[in-house]
């Protein structure tokens, strides 16, 4: 059975593909209308409707410390990362009731580093070390540790492991609110940070078919100092069988982030598909590290 539409039909559908388009047009504008809202020329990023303006950024870089303005100096981009979690941070200590209280400005700390101190004793409350946890700890690293018992070591050794424990959970913490937190980035300028930064060491270099040993970390860490001259050794020695590689945490921060680096230095090792094998904290022997690699089918 044909339907048949009338003139005054046509017309009517006519006119609503019409209005239909110019409700479209509209959305499109409106859309383009927020997102101008959104970002300005000096606008860089817009966290949970808060926003972050280049000269912002620029004001936190020049009262850095002249070590942390060094390794950003060529990362913005970084810096800028640092910034949306710290505002996401004090936007969740808001949402809790915390509050900076009267004795911040006397010890010196800024209110929004006090907000994110109380949010981190909030978020870590929880976190214990059992003996058990220390006595392992010390049996572990008795050739590392200074030559005393373990009852003058074992609330040394408690506290770093609390420290550990705390960093862990305060970290996972982050990466959660982070990835909850509603985070616009203006796209072009840190396209334009990124193109003027450093290259990523590890870009072409993992799962390349051989294995990997990277050490993170830091020109002014005693044990990291020494792990340098090892790494040179091993990158002569393993030319072609492994990369070896050394990365300045303060220079590369996002890779440290990445990789939940937690203690310098940290030696990670990938297997040749760029899968992480194994990873150790603190200082390692190169024959630690040749055994690491000939477990690893390196030679």
């Known amino acids: 059975m044909a339907v048949h539409v009338s003139i005054s039909g046509k017309d009517e559908m006519k006119k609503s593909k019409k209005w239909l388009l110019i409700e479209v047009f509209v959305v499109i504008l409106f859309a383009a209308s927020l997102f101008a809202a959104k970002f300005n020329r000096h606008t860089i990023a817009v966290v949970n409707g808060y926003k972050i303006t280049d000269s912002y950024l620029e004001e936190r870089y020049k009262n850095l410390p002249e070590a942390y303005r060094s390794a950003y100096a060529n990362r913005k981009d970084e810096l800028l990362e640092q910034l949306v979690i710290e505002r996401i941070l004090i936007q969740e200590a808001e949402k809790r009731g915390l509050s900076a209280g009267p004795d911040a400005t006397e010890s010196g700390r800024s209110p929004e580093i006090a907000l994110i101190q109380k949010l981190f ?124 590689l050394l990365i300045e945490v303060y220079e590369f921060r996002k890779l440290t982030l990445e990789y939940r680096i937690r203690v310098i230095p940290t030696q990670i ?25 000939k477990e690893m089918e390196a030679l």
């Open 121 to 244: 004793a909030e978020v870590t409350a929880s976190a214990r070390v059992e003996d058990v946890e220390i006595r392992k700890f010390y049996d572990a690293n008795k050739q590392t540790l200074p030559p005393q018992p373990f009852e003058q070591l074992k609330s040394d050794i408690e506290e770093y492991l609390l420290a550990q424990k705390q960093n862990e959970a305060f970290n996972s913490f982050v990466t959660r609110v982070r990835a909850e937190a509603d985070v616009v980035l203006n796209e072009d300028w840190v396209k334009a940070q990124q193109s003027a930064g450093p290259k990523d060491p590890l870009a072409g270099v993992l799962g390349n078919g051989i294995p990997s040993v990277v050490d993170f970390g830091a020109s002014n860490c005693v044990p990291c100092k020494m792990m340098k001259p090892i790494f040179e050794e091993l990158e002569s020695e393993y030319r072609g069988k492994a990369n070896i």
């Open 269 to 293: 090792f990938f297997d040749e598909n760029g899968k992480e094998f194994w990873r150790h904290e603190g200082f390692l022997s190169k024959e630690e590290i040749i055994n690491k690699l």
